[in-house]
């Protein structure tokens, strides 16, 4: 899963936000650093990940895009899976999607002092584009991809997962919809045994 999915599985827990949206850029004993809160939603973002990744609707997902990505299919998917996060009318309405987002970087912006580094130069464009939000806009899904491709030693392009990501569209929908219940019960569960 990507930003908008971890934001969303902290279940506003400012600081389970905080460490899931960080822990991608916390290394090692990096951890021990953060207080014990932020920890646990460093530990979560983690569990999600292994939760997402083992699924077998992940699996059978990235086989779309497996052929011209190997394995950066996995963040192509994390993509995937936040656009239909964000569309999803069970969990979201275009109101509602605005005002969580906003409240997410509300509670981010009272944290920046104990962002990495890293994070810490990408938040002010996430915040900016909101990057939240825009997971629910095609044009957002192909921005997002084109930044994997920017970043990755050995992408040149992004356009052909884009026209994957469009025509499976319907095929990813139903990826979407057979794993996600079973992994918002399972952050749940996961954030109250922390």
């Not at 809160?37 to 999600?48: D, T, V, Y």
């Not at 930044?147 to 040149?156: D, E, K, N, P, Q």
Request: aromatic share 20%; glycine share 4%.
């Amino acid at each position: 899963m990507n930003y908008l999915a971890h934001a969303y599985l902290s279940f506003l827990h400012p600081d389970l936000v905080v460490g899931n949206m960080i822990s991608d850029f916390v290394k090692g004993k990096k951890k021990y650093e953060y207080s014990s809160e932020i920890q646990k939603g460093i530990a979560l973002h983690r569990a999600i990940d292994e939760f997402t990744d083992c699924h077998p609707a992940t699996k059978a997902a990235r086989k779309f895009f497996q052929p011209h990505y190997g394995l950066y299919s996995a963040v192509f998917m994390d993509i995937v899976y936040d656009h239909f996060l964000a569309c999803d009318k069970e969990e979201f309405s275009d109101s509602s999607l605005m005002e969580f987002s906003q409240n997410i970087y509300g509670i981010l912006d009272k944290y920046e002092t104990v962002f990495p580094d890293k994070f810490s130069l990408m938040y002010p464009y996430m915040k900016e584009y909101n990057w939240l939000y825009n997971y629910k806009n095609f044009i957002g899904v192909q921005r997002s991809f084109a930044s994997i491709s920017h970043r990755a030693l050995y992408m040149s392009e992004s356009i052909t997962a884009f026209t994957l990501f469009c025509e499976n569209y319907e095929k990813l929908r139903e990826y979407y919809a057979s794993f996600f219940p079973g992994l918002k019960k399972f952050a749940s569960e996961t954030a109250q045994s922390l």
